[in-house]
């Protein structure tokens, strides 16, 4: 609870995943990687209760394993590959109602700890915000990107001067790093997403903005687990 809200987090956990299948019970660093997510939300000393939300029985079974709150079964049609999160989040809200704020914690974001969760959900408060996401310094500066041309020559993706400054000259960017996304629930329901012009940053270390989509992002997190 935060100001006298109550804190939902829902942690989405379909069984399919063509870039890494069952990704989400896969081994990392000794525990399945949902585990690491779990962990985080019960060390959190904001969130009032986290929940999986998954259509797979054997994802079900791990969570349950290592803590989890499985209270229901996500429908299979919530669960495609072309199914929106966010569907799945509101049928996870009309399952359990009551709360103020929804914590939306992705499996494939092991390395995020329970402060990243509880400074996020400060910051959204802090600032009086509808939402807030975590982002994360990218490694290369988006503003040295290039796109080839029908011509198969390289074009600047932005204004061709930046291609030529140093990284400490150029603006500061940020990408989301899909670690942490906290929202009030009315205003999520209401506008379907929890990013707008009013939406508030957190930012994290790369160290813990590793988001798990093939088998080098799981050697890459196992090794700085291990260390």
Known sequence: MIDGLKVLAV????GGSKGLPRKNVLDLAGRPLIAWT???ARESRLIDRCVVSTDDEQIATVARAYGGDVPFMRPAELSTDTAETYDALKHALEQLPGYDILVTLQPTSPLRIA????????????HN??????????????????RINDDNRLEPLMHPEYSTMRRQDLPAAYVLNGAVYATRIGWMLEHQNAFSELTVPYV????RSIDIDNAFDMEVAAL???R
């Not at 942690?11 to 379909?14: F, I, L, M, T």
């Not at 402060?115 to 802090?126: C, H, K, V």
């Not at 994290?204 to 160290?207: D, I, L, R, T, V």
Request: hydrophobic share 45%; charged share 25%; with cysteine.
């Open 11 to 14: 942690v989405p956990a379909r």
């Open 38 to 40: 779990l962990d985080a």
């Open 115 to 126: 402060e990243d969760i509880d400074q996020a959900l400060r910051a959204m408060q802090r």
């Open 129 to 146: 915000a509808p939402a807030c996401i975590s982002v994360v310094e990218p490694a290369k500066s988006p503003y040295w990107s290039y």
């Open 204 to 207: 994290m270390p790369a160290e």
């Open 224 to 226: 700085i687990l291990k």
